[in-house]
């Protein structure tokens, strides 16, 4: 069954309580918290900055459910010189996504998003390509037997459907899913059957926005096939959170996600085939 999640993206200045009364109010399902890491200060609801158990027991009062440590980890940092640079320490991206992996355990959460990225200037594309998938590879060994998986996002170099597919193929761990942000997929070219199909098994998150001369707008009101989208998800009978994104943290001026979130939310319902939002929470 399809379920909706909030990304805190849409609420920066607000705390953790608050963000998840937002999403409670709204009859999301599930939330999605965006970090700047252990020492990020980008999000005044980083769970990072919350004691693991405080917000164990706030989201279990709730009823809304932990869906994705949303990292922005990347894997294609160069080593430099590309000799002498290997005895030095390479994987600070590694530990990143560890850490996050950690807290995700902590909270009971299935999933952290990452991302692969995309080859350096005068790189080969084998080049890159080999460096990312090994750090993923480091990442995913360590979720073993935590009860939380990343998910790779499309983006630079895999932005298409079948460009991160062969990259999660190549990583070829039970613990590595795919991101798949549809408005990065619609820039790619990707037709949305087309990529629901070419992902399968690998889909583990669905990232929706929609836009407008650039400019984020209510679900349906823009051009990215958010409605297509997800209605073939439904037809395909996969079962998954699909999470809402309301780039209040990178656009001033938007309108406060409390009075965008329970519109976006119905049409989501809609298109998914939930005839309310209580029944996607229930």
């Known amino acids: 069954m399809i379920e909706i999640a909030m990304s805190t993206l849409a609420c920066p200045r607000k705390t953790l309580p608050e963000a998840v009364a937002i999403a409670e109010a709204a009859g999301c399902d599930g939330i999605e918290f965006r970090t700047g890491g252990v020492r990020g200060l980008d999000f005044a609801c980083d769970p990072f900055l919350t004691d693991e158990a405080k917000t164990r027991s706030l989201l279990d009062a709730s009823g809304v459910k932990p869906t994705c440590v949303a990292t922005g980890v990347r894997f294609d940092a160069v080593v430099f010189p590309p000799i002498v640079g290997q005895l030095f320490d390479?994987?600070?991206?590694?530990?990143?996504?560890?850490?996050?992996?950690?807290?995700?355990?902590?909270l009971v959460c299935p999933m952290v998003r990452v991302f692969g990225f995309e080859k350096a200037e005068n790189e080969s594309h084998k080049a890159a390509f080999s460096r990312i998938r090994n750090r993923l590879s480091q990442a995913c060994d360590h979720a073993r037997n935590t009860g939380t998986s990343l998910v790779v996002e499309n983006g630079g170099d895999f932005s298409s459907a079948e460009q991160l597919a062969e990259l999660i193929d190549a990583v070829s761990s039970p613990y590595l899913k795919a991101a798949y942000d549809v408005a990065i997929g619609h820039e790619e070219g990707d037709d949305p059957r087309k990529a629901i199909k070419t992902l399968g098994s690998r889909l583990g998150l669905v990232r929706v926005k929609d836009t407008k001369d650039g400019q984020p707008v209510q679900l349906g009101a823009g051009t990215r096939p958010i409605e297509k989208f997800v209605k073939a998800l439904a037809k395909s009978k996969w079962s998954g959170p699909v999470v809402f994104e309301w780039e209040a943290a990178w656009h001033e001026g938007l309108a406060p996600i409390e009075e965008v979130l329970p519109t976006a939310v119905s049409r989501l319902c809609d298109w998914a085939g939930l005839t309310?939002?209580?029944?996607?929470?229930?």
């Not at 390479?90 to 902590?106: G, P």
């Not at 309310?276 to 229930?282: F, G, K, L, T």
């Open 90 to 106: 390479n994987e600070a991206s590694v530990r990143e996504a560890k850490r996050a992996i950690d807290l995700a355990a902590q």
């Open 276 to 282: 309310s939002s209580s029944q996607a929470v229930a």
